[in-house]
């Protein structure tokens, strides 16, 4: 009964990181890692270790049914560690006395959601590293590719295409550097008994508890975070700002694909991004889905924020709903992550396309610059009122705004003899223009790898 | 692959309805509505509409693997057609050439996600049918029975617990009517085709449209809504309204319930809300579900209203965004309404315990009653200055405020002749007070009734 | 001590409506209303009532000090409460007791709230009721001027500018009907005392109420809404929506008045939309306003949404949270309605260039209109297959697909007989898809008119 | 024109700090220091860096109709630098056309909001340092008292209120931390020109962002981020963890302070949290006002997310949206650590009632002790049956659990041995328990120091 929608805009691997089978093994993992753990420390006989691990197995329990006992019984944990219980009395009556000794409900389902988490962030990572490497690539190669700069929707000026790729890989290259420092602050093993104090381990708690983290491949506290969940909510809020930064990329690239504009295409494929109705279509199926992640990511963490209020030792509704929300998050930032490195991938750069685009403008995007060298000789309000006047020219249609500019000034008795025909050229050589945004390509890609980023 | 916090929270039965196997059955009941229509407008050949229709069963289809392929085909639709016209084809090529005819891939999914959403609609009702029914039963028996009123967390005064039972049920009452009164403004067929025109129907389109919309339990509009959801949003607004009330409902149940309060408990059931620690536990179950739905509705919300820009003829991103965030929603509601259904039908109500926590506060709750009384007299100001005072001495553990006062107005010759002992006894009596209170349940009631809520 | 960013987003005279002075004059009106219709009704003394209402003025208070009392009192009531008594009792001492009688800080806030929000929506319908008469007028205006349809932020087919107006308007104009309708169910009169009862009224409360409700304009209720929202949250929910659809409109005309795309441009006024370093740029600064307010509404919706579990008989911190989110959704509001009637009333709407963007297609928008043309003799998927290769001819620039298709036609015979090269240019027609859609127009006006929104 | 109710729920000062005359300023800072950069590095004439930064006092601005005027330029920028060149000119013609030079209105806005929001968190470090310092001191003294650990709000075990002080103060110590860390990430010099490469700067461009950057106290980066706001949404998603981390203190505060728990009461001054109508009441103002920024900032959190797509170059309406969010999330913080330093500066524990609300659990928070001692006999399973079976007779009122159990071992012939009463006594001493969680004390304050964040 997956959600069919979830599924269309994530991968199935995705999805199951955080699906039944997936999770309940994580549960059986912190149960098995308890009792070795237990065991070493004397807490538990030795022989209860191995009993209890041996059926640590998903593929033995009924899942179906321990899922559907969750909700009368208030917890995951409760049927599972009673089915557990029972499995290991089975084979070993004594041993199946020790089972799940000294956890508490919440012990085993935040462990298991830190243990699942670590998968889901691998899996991300890798999609974001194939975005920048994509992005790099671009970067490199479109270094001085004149592009419109566009601000508030409206062409501005000509900055280069490398440069709004290195600008789209900036933010995702500090999001990955940010989620390596902050994932082993996060993914903690959660311990603690049933109010927080690891009293039903005894004086071995800690060294249990040490046991136990590495074994799972998590980090150590010495106290439990039942309650207390900042470290685990900077994770999603890395996750919620990596969404961000991908949905800025997409907006761009559908902004770009539009019929109008045709700078970009994302890859086609068979049927990639067809239409039921319209044979030609070819839609910007990589976007569509980062930007829907985009979209939904904020309001899971909002969701995610709202339940920290939890109540003493372990919140009512709050702690359950935050482990609802938790999921579809990091399957939503996977969904966008893995969409757009595949467009990514082979993204179709029009340069010429970029080039026309820049032209149709009529020397307008070259207006600031103009301006600039004006005001080096009438001051910047006396040029920006001449450029201004110039360009609605240009708007009315009297031509490029190179050839008023030019004639403006050999009509200027002022401006004649400080503004040479090749100092207007310049300015509105597009090719000027991208060399410059160029060179702020290597400026991005040198602060990144002095952060570590790269 | 299932969600399994999302079946903690919520139902197996709320969850079928946005599954799979249901949706893609309500986008062939779209399908084989749309070939028996467009047959009998003469459109499409008449024997193309039952060889259409025959096979619009979901179980002919391999569920797993269409949504498989809608990720890459940007649509679910895309490949649910193809594998319907090539699954046509099998029994009747020429019918298949008539598979979808006219319509769009939105027609189909929003087709769907209505016929849904009706069906979770009507299971969410029959829930929240219950919930009325059991509070309007408490309201009645408990119209006269002495609770605190409660104001910013603190003993307030006395009101009756009916009356508070009365203050649940309204917005919940309210709230099914307001369903019932949006479900056909809300619940439209869509069918436009490729932009909203039902262009590719020909002059028959609008008499196609009735009878699919007659034939699938949906309303008939004149033009199509893919980007105008305003109607399709005050659904889902009054659905997370709802919640609201469940989670306010659900939180004084959970404060009343709590060990020290102890004036309600959930019924108790074989494990329900017992400890995988503590065997002494009974937790309030249904109130941590709906205080966990009351938490995550208004998140979707705001992401669903988050998805109305959607651009010109068919949003990139957004649409898509709010199919995915739409079923959680509903979901969520039914898990909060079910589960407080459950916990209402039966609920522990301790009368005693309600008058021994009236009694505890040694009539400071009686404060604002005594200082009324005295107003009368002094003014509200003295009133207030003298009833505090006694309120202070009270707390300093000089005795209840009833003798307190009692003994101020003995000794002050301007209070002993207006006000006697009957009239001190009075003011401080509980029963009074919920008498009084119990009034406004019948008031509430017959408001109630009067919209036509109850 | 504005903010403000609030204020260059919306309107002075919206923020001034939730402003200090105005809120507290509101909060006057409440004490002046509840004076008179005790005195009416015997609860207090007739001479009182006029003493108390002659100070109810804001202009007499010092607003600062109450607003900076209120933090540490807890409520904005106490201090307000104390200085009105104060400044009755310095002209009339008796009356001075009768100040705020029988009711509770909670009633004369939430009323005060009701009262500027019933101004604030007076203000709201104005600007909305201007769109819609732009909109109106562009609908009949450019009935059947061609505008390419775009889906997916692709060019999809031919439809009239004059529906995309229709389209536009119909959420609004379905807003102001709604709002209309909410209105007197969710502005009501607060009068419960101290926990809802309206104990301290006596037995003339009901009338007191009546009266009260009467005079303020807002809506009678047999019971106090201290903790029960909902009918509060519906008018919350209406006003993101029509934000919502705002948005909508703002980005089409953001996306339309692209450079690349040039069909549409705001007005231009001195000043307006200008750009600090580029003296070209003409800014949709009314877009821009309002897609703002479409991006913050749904956050602040949630906001209000998550403070509905209110505990007990009054919240604490989530009523107070209400009261401070609610101001902000319809100021936000108001900005995006107020800035979109500006930018509709004299939209320049350029249905050459609208020609030129469809022309620029190369005829591809019209291959469905073509595949369904060939699928009366092919079937549809043949048809599909056929005019999806003559679109990749055309992409590969081997002309217009109205030429390939003719071609096509020509050199088929089983085509031939069927397809005339009139068929073929009539698929091809832009006007004659202007006009199919121009039909709708009508359609969506005579639909709106039935409901009454128009 | 103050909101209100933001100022009920935060400080005079931090609403200031956001407020006109302090953005304007801010603003002013960086035009003065955009000149003095540009003079030292040639850009502009030595003489024009005084002339315009003589005149960068907001003072001498009309801060009003610059606001007033922002709305329709679409920038707040262009009327204040339209207004600075003016005042430049008055004294100094030449200088007044270099204001402003090479930057554009997002550099000078952001920049200035880049300055406020340091001079808000400094603020905020204080009230947090505070608590810390309060919340320290609270988790020494009480290191030992007991009290009931609570989990899904009933009673559970027996804590520690030092433990319980200690998990407060974690998130709180771990937030301060963080946020120090961050600054300097996030609170970043903006200087990009009118698309992010500093092209009117000219050669000199970095060495003059390097020296503003020293000068205002920012961060210096190569390069704009007008686009990439990740940094700086780390920053909000920070304050937003940190309002949950008060939220939860707040949620226990208010839990604990409840009238039939009175375990812990806010201090009490003059009027504060008193009520209009029940003079009794003493209301925990400071968990109200923290609860309801608890309540808010996640919605902030999740519009300033929302806003991250910022179209191209500079977006439209996001980038503005963001601006109006971005303050009443550091106010409504604010507000929240403030209410927070206040209420547990000189917090009311009640000890006794700690111990006599355990005492009146009859033994039943001691089960699962006494089920683990019993389970090293018997085994977990039937333990836990034995103790669920005592517990049930203690609710059935047959006496303490101590007492019950007691009976069952000596009657018990496998139990007698093993368990003796004094192993009894200790199980159901509640200073033992205290004692046990005190040394837990010990462990979050090393873990705290270790980290440096105490």
């Not at 691990?53 to 899942?63: S, T």
Request: hydrophobic share 50%; glycine share 6%.
């Amino acid at each position: 009964v997956a959600d069919v929608f979830e599924r269309f805009l994530s991968t199935s691997d995705a999805i199951d990181v955080f699906g039944e089978r997936s999770f309940v093994q994580a549960m059986l993992d912190f149960e098995a890692a308890l009792a070795h753990a237990s065991a070493d420390a004397g807490l538990i006989p030795v022989t209860a270790a191995p009993a209890i691990a041996g059926v640590c197995k998903a593929e033995l329990f009924d899942l179906d049914a321990i899922v559907a006992a969750s909700g009368n019984a208030g917890s995951l944990a409760i049927p599972l560690v009673k089915k557990l219980t029972e499995t290991v009395a089975l084979f070993n009556a004594d041993a199946a006395r020790y089972v799940h000794w000294g956890a508490t409900s919440q012990d085993v389902i935040d462990t298991a959601m830190a243990l699942v988490t670590q998968r889901a962030l691998t899996m991300l990572d890798d999609d974001l590293a194939k975005i920048c490497v994509s992005l790099t690539g671009i970067a490199h190669t479109h270094r001085d590719t004149p592009v419109l700069a566009r601000t508030l929707m409206q062409a501005a000026q000509v900055t280069s295409f490398g440069l709004k790729a290195a600008q789209w890989l900036a933010p995702i290259a500090r999001s990955r550097w940010a989620l390596r420092e902050l994932a082993p602050h996060s993914l903690c093993l959660q311990l603690g008994g049933a109010f927080g104090t690891r009293a039903a381990l005894g004086p071995q708690a800690d060294v249990i508890a040490q046991k136990m983290a590495t074994c799972l491949g998590l980090t150590y506290t010495r106290t439990a975070w039942h309650t207390q969940r900042d470290r685990w909510m900077r994770l999603a809020c890395e996750v919620a700002i990596v969404c961000g930064s991908l949905g800025k990329i997409a907006t761009d690239i559908a902004l770009m694909a539009q019929s109008e504009v045709a700078e970009l295409a994302e890859p086609s494929a068979d049927g990639r991004g067809s239409s039921s109705a319209m044979p030609h279509k070819r839609n910007p199926v990589g976007a569509m889905v980062a930007r829907a992640a985009a979209l939904r990511a904020p309001h899971r963490v909002s969701a995610l924020l709202s339940c920290m209020g939890q109540e003493h030792e372990r919140g009512l509704g709050n702690w359950q709903a935050e482990l609802a929300e938790w999921a579809g998050l990091f399957v939503t930032a996977q969904g966008a992550a893995s969409a757009l490195a595949v467009a990514l991938s082979d993204l179709n750069v029009d340069a010429k396309r970029m080039r026309e685009n820049i032209d149709a403008q009529s020397g307008l995007v070259f207006a600031e610059a103009a301006s600039i060298v004006i005001a080096n000789v009438l001051g910047k309000a006396a040029a920006h009122t001449l450029v201004e006047g110039a360009s609605r020219r240009v708007i009315a249609g009297e031509g490029h705004l190179r050839a008023i500019i030019r004639n403006v000034v050999i009509a200027d008795p002022k401006l004649t003899p400080s503004i040479s025909a090749e100092n207007i050229d310049n300015v509105f050589s597009a090719e000027s223009a991208a060399r410059f945004a160029g060179a702020t390509v290597d400026d991005v890609l040198a602060e990144l790898q002095m952060l570590g980023a790269l």
